[in-house]
């Protein structure tokens, strides 16, 4: 069983940056993606960015060249650094990892979609509990 802990939200003003972490605890070593969405008041859960086991790195088109995803193995944590932060960010950050088993093929389709850049919630087994971040104007 995965468990996941995030923190680091907060308030900031528009250009502003924040960093986001999530505290993995489980086994999380044979997890083969993690990833963070975030959900705004009204919308759907929004795939933000995600990074595999060998560090490859997906981001959706809203966050590119704003948000970088990192992950540090020696202590289980995953990071999310946003800079240039504007309103429109503002949401429940969750993090999110995979199953830490899956077929070939499961792992071939989500592997396909995130060099894509489609980061998928459905793709996602554990989850967090989620950080507010609130961008003012």
């Known amino acids: 069983q995965v468990q996941l802990v995030e923190s680091g939200g907060g308030s900031v003003q528009a250009g502003g940056s924040l960093k986001l972490s999530c505290a993995a605890s489980?086994?999380?070593?044979?997890?083969?993606?993690m990833g963070w969405f975030r959900q705004a008041p009204g919308k759907e859960r929004e795939g933000v960015a995600a990074?595999?086991?060998?560090?490859?790195?997906s981001y959706a088109d809203s966050v590119k060249g704003r948000f970088t995803i990192s992950q540090d193995n020696a202590k289980n944590t995953l990071y999310l650094q946003m800079n240039n932060l504007y309103p429109e960010d503002t949401a429940i950050y969750y993090c999110?990892?995979?199953?830490?088993?899956?077929?070939?093929?499961?792992?071939?389709?989500?592997?396909?979609?995130?060099?894509?850049?489609?980061?998928?919630?459905?793709?996602?087994?554990?989850w967090g509990q989620g950080t507010q971040v609130t961008v003012s104007s």
């Open positions: 999110a990892a995979s199953a830490e088993t899956m077929t070939p093929i499961q792992v071939s389709v989500v592997m396909g979609l995130l060099a894509r850049g489609s980061v998928r919630a459905a793709d996602f087994t554990y």
């Open positions: 489980g086994y999380i070593h044979s997890n083969y993606y």
């Open positions: 990074i595999t086991k060998t560090a490859l790195t």
